[in-house]
């Protein structure tokens, strides 16, 4: 519980991190900042779990709990995608979006 | 009394097989012959013991007991079982005796005949395996039992045969014996089951009994105008005239002649081709009882058609393997006709004893007519008359055996064969006349063949031979020598106070009319065989000139092997196998390779959705999904 802000304002934000991270994976060029908006969407995913845990139900500890089961799978996440582009850049010399329509058919 | 002993000679041979068969390898050639052989004495002497036990002391009343030693081994419901057991009777007790005698003869003889050979243990092992078998169908006391082992002594025939698998004709001749054979066991185990379905019981005791349920209800269902345990019986006997080389199942005998000679002379000859006789002796009271024996008269026609078509063969055959093959199945016609002309009760069981009587007394002589056969071709290394001629200087106890059992075969008076022929033959003649002429005539072809390789191997041009031949070795002739004493007294032994279809013991006196003109035509075949081919001369090729077509048919044996290739090849294969490959290629095969076509070229239109940017389907997943959410709100407000 956090004084004088209210659960509304800090699902706000994350609605607000949520979206920029899913307006940035469609919209970007380049795959790193492709793998960034996700890891946004995975942060403001992880801060509804912790918000919602401490406003609710302050007896638990569950939202806490997954919030960094969330963080350890994106930090897989992340080493999985960042070698995976960089074997496409081995293939292609280029981390551009459109540079990968190479693996259609 | 007790038999229970006798399960001991299906038993040991089975444990030599086992043994001699996993350590084939381990065990040398020296040691392997001898265990083969002192387990095969061993069951000669227990056989001779149960046949001395039983018929001497076998009787109550003056009928035959049989004794019995079975297990349950399967239910189908609560009547119909399979047992397996030990059934000792009137004729399975002589069948041990034939079977023992000619096994351990056999062995003793490829002791010698074998010597030096690469699979000489394998050779005991299978030698050991077939003598189980055989064993094991003489004693089955159940059709079910019979049919195991049956299938058995079929599948031990084809690993002797094909022994030399090196030789495509000997493999060929393996698979031809035992798809023969197969084809009509099919019609055996058809007749089974239509026995099992019916009267609910494979039992022989039950089946036999002539009082008994299955004998007297025979009328009560039937198929096609005739009691459906006729056709049974007909299935059945399709399966015994399979194994028994009847004509149109013949013609794998020939061929089976490319195994080892102890083979042939083990198997086609005296015990695994008249297992036939057997399964139609061992069922004799159905087939005499239902539908008034019409499933025994067909038994008669087919042997008394094959023994004459045989033996008609036998005279053209320039291989002297061949020729004893056609013999023998001319001899089984002979045997098959004696069951088919036979009656049940008192002294009309006389064709009955007499078929019994000639499978002991052609066992020994056809046994030994191979043995003595495997000699000479031991020593000269060719199976063909025309390499043959003279031999008697070279070979003399091979010469007199062989003399021995020719005269034996051709019911020479005094002689084992003359006295079961002369049964025989009077019950033809006092059952149905046809059968009886065609078998006189029969007789006299026998002699003439018989003495025609006789005076062709042993008299007849004085060959120069490259290697000089020389007599085989002991371990050769003496089962020859034993064997050759059979084939003279096994005559003298008194068959009708032992084997009878009632199990009562009957007097058969010898008809010494019946018998003067059957040793009459007999002695005139041999007079022939004499004039023509005592002496090289040409007098033979003149006649199979004279006889110009019919002598190419019968050299030919009558284009039977052409005649089952065309329907096989060009009917089963052409007009029905074809069509049905087509079918299957162009119907079945086709209308699945067309969906899978329709999908794939479906696939290459619709392709073209498929962009390649990762985004694009982001976009159209969570699109999906936002339209999924909005319509199950808009469903839940509802």
Not at chain 2, 170 to 177: G, P
Not at chain 2, 252 to 274: K, N, Q
């Amino acid at each position: 519980m956090i004084e004088g802000i209210s659960i509304y304002e800090i699902l706000t934000l994350s609605s607000i991190v949520f979206f920029v991270g899913v307006y940035g994976f469609f919209t970007r060029e380049n795959l790193i900042t492709v793998l960034m908006s996700i890891e946004l969407i995975l942060n403001a995913s992880a801060l509804n779990f912790v918000i919602i845990n401490t406003y609710l139900y302050p007896d638990f500890l569950q939202g806490a709990v997954f919030s960094i089961f969330i963080i350890a799978m994106a930090a897989a996440e992340t080493a999985l995608a960042i070698a995976i582009i960089i074997n496409l850049y081995k293939l292609v010399a280029s981390v551009e979006v459109k540079d990968t329509e190479k693996l259609k058919y | 009394m007790d038999f229970s002993y006798t399960i001991l000679i299906p038993l040991i041979p089975l444990a030599l097989f086992v043994i001699l068969g996993i350590f084939s390898k381990k065990i040398p050639a020296s040691i392997s012959g001898w265990m083969g052989s002192i387990g095969l004495g061993v069951t000669f002497v227990l056989s001779y013991y149960a046949a001395y036990q039983y018929y001497l002391n076998g009787k109550v009343n003056g009928v035959y007991q049989p004794f019995i030693y079975k297990y349950n081994w399967m239910n189908f419901t609560d009547k119909l079982h399979i047992d397996m057991g030990v059934l000792i009777d009137p004729i399975s007790v002589m069948m041990l005796v034939v079977v023992s005698t000619i096994s351990f003869m056999v062995h003793l003889y490829s002791r010698g005949y074998m010597k030096g050979d690469d699979g000489y243990t394998r050779f005991f092992a299978y030698l050991a395996l077939f003598s189980f078998s055989m064993f094991g169908l003489v004693l089955a006391t159940n059709l079910f039992q019979i049919y195991i082992f049956w299938e058995l002594v079929g599948a031990s025939s084809f690993l002797l045969i094909g022994y030399y698998y090196t030789k495509p004709s000997a493999v060929s001749a393996a698979k031809k014996a035992f798809i023969v054979t197969r084809f009509a066991d099919f019609g055996f185990l058809v007749g089974i089951l239509i026995i099992g379905y019916y009267t609910g019981t494979w039992d022989f005791q039950e089946l036999n009994n002539p009082e008994g349920s299955v004998i007297t209800n025979w009328a009560s269902t039937s198929f096609m105008g005739l009691s459906v345990l006729t056709w049974a019986l007909i299935l059945i006997f399709m399966g015994g005239a399979g194994k028994s080389a009847m004509l149109p199942f013949h013609i794998w005998l020939p061929d089976a002649m490319e195994g080892p000679t102890p083979v042939s002379a083990l198997i086609h000859a005296a015990t695994m081709v008249v297992a036939g006789v057997y399964l139609v002796a061992r069922l004799f009271p159905m087939y005499y009882f239902i539908e008034d024996g019409f499933a025994l008269q067909v038994v008669a026609y087919v042997g008394a058609i094959s023994s004459l078509f045989a033996a008609i063969i036998a005279l053209t055959q320039n291989d002297i393997k061949r020729v004893l093959a056609f013999s023998t199945m001319s001899q089984i016609g002979y045997m098959m006709l004696a069951l088919g002309v036979s009656g049940y009760h008192g002294h009309d069981g006389l064709g009955f004893m007499a078929s019994m009587f000639h499978l002991f007394t052609h066992a020994m002589f056809k046994g030994l007519l191979f043995l003595a056969a495997g000699s000479v071709i031991h020593a000269i290394h060719s199976n063909y008359l025309q390499d043959m001629g003279g031999l008697r200087k070279y070979m003399p106890i091979t010469h007199i055996t062989f003399l021995i059992a020719a005269l034996s075969i051709s019911g020479v008076p005094f002689f084992a064969g003359f006295f079961s022929k002369d049964e025989i033959l009077t019950a033809a003649y006092e059952n149905n006349i046809l059968i009886y002429i065609s078998s006189v005539f029969v007789a006299g072809l026998t002699a003439f063949y018989m003495f025609r390789l006789y005076f062709g191997i042993f008299w007849g041009k004085d060959k120069e031979y490259e290697h000089t031949p020389h007599e085989s070795p002991m371990s050769m002739t003496i089962p020859m020598m034993f064997l050759a004493f059979m084939s003279i007294a096994g005559g003298y032994i008194h068959f009708s106070k032992y084997i009878s279809p009632d199990h009562m013991p009957f007097e058969a006196h010898l008809n010494y009319y019946l018998a003067a003109i059957a040793s009459t035509v007999g002695l005139i075949g041999i007079v022939l065989a004499f004039i023509f081919y005592k002496k090289e001369n040409n007098l033979s090729e003149r006649f199979s000139h004279a006889f110009g077509i019919f002598y190419k048919w019968t050299y030919n044996k009558f284009y039977f092997d052409e005649i089952y290739l065309f329907v096989t090849k060009k009917i089963i294969f052409g007009l029905v196998a074809k069509p049905s490959a087509w079918f299957d290629k162009n119907v079945v095969d086709a209308s699945m390779i067309g969906i899978g076509n329709v999908t794939e070229s479906f696939s290459y239109k619709i392709k073209g959705m498929q962009s390649g940017k990762f985004q694009d389907y982001a976009m159209g997943f969570i699109s999906g999904g936002v339209v999924i959410a909005i319509v199950v709100f808009y469903l839940w407000i509802n």
